[in-house]
């Protein structure tokens, strides 16, 4: 199960971001997020999740989810 948040504020940090996904995750779902997937591109300075990088993620979008409900595809290649 996994949460899109996209913010493409420029002054924020990734992992205000983060935060703020993850806190609208917990709101929603009822539990913590275990992994956040981001586009390869996207800066990220310290997460307060694990990170994947994902060429299919869009820039400024942040799923942020739960692998144990959802397990993360496995990459062909």
Known sequence: ???L???S???K???AKIEEAMERFIEKYGHQPTVVL???GEPIEA???PVV???TV???SFWVGDEEIAPLPVAAG
């Open 58 to 60: 869009a820039r400024h």
């Open 9 to 11: 504020d420029r002054k």
């Open 1 to 3: 199960m996994f949460l």
């Open 38 to 40: 981001v586009n390869p």
């Open 53 to 55: 990088a994902r060429p």
């Open 5 to 7: 948040w996209y913010d």
């Open 47 to 49: 997460a307060p999740l």
């Open 13 to 15: 940090h990734s992992s």
